[in-house]
C-alpha cells in the first residue's frame, strides 16, 4: 500500500465512489508540480498505490479528482467537475489518508487514518 492513499464515498448515493480517476502531485515550494502519479477508485471506492515504489518525501502534495468523469458515468453532469486537494507531508513515516465525501453541490475532506 502507498504512503499516500485515498477513498472516495458518494453521500448521495450512500456508497463508494469507484471508478474516479485520481492524480496525486508533488510539488515545491512554488506550487510547480515535480512528480506526478495516477490512478482511479476501485470498487470499494478506494486508490491504494498512487505512488507505487516511489519513496514518500516531505513536502506539498495535491490530491486531484476527475469528479466529472465519475458523475458523468451516473448519467448526470458535475457541479464541480474537478477537485483539489493540497495538503502537506510533514513526516515521511507516516501514512496519510485523505479521503472525499463528495455530493452533487459540495464535499468535504479530512486526513484519515
Do not use: C, W
Amino acid at each position: 500500500m502507498s504512503a499516500i492513499t485515498t477513498h472516495v464515498l458518494d453521500t448521495a448515493l450512500g456508497r463508494p465512489a469507484a471508478g474516479v480517476p485520481v492524480t496525486l502531485t508533488r510539488l515545491d515550494e512554488d506550487g510547480a508540480p515535480t512528480a506526478s502519479f495516477a490512478g482511479t477508485t476501485n470498487n470499494d471506492g478506494r486508490a491504494t498505490d498512487l505512488l507505487g515504489a516511489e519513496p514518500l518525501t516531505p513536502g506539498i502534495y495535491r490530491l486531484t479528482f476527475d469528479t466529472a468523469a465519475y458523475v458523468a458515468a451516473n448519467g448526470d453532469e458535475a457541479f464541480f467537475p474537478k477537485v483539489e486537494i493540497a495538503f502537506r507531508v510533514a513526516n515521511a513515516d507516516q501514512h496519510y489518508h485523505v479521503p472525499l465525501l463528495l455530493s452533487p453541490f459540495g464535499y468535504s475532506t479530512y486526513r484519515g487514518s
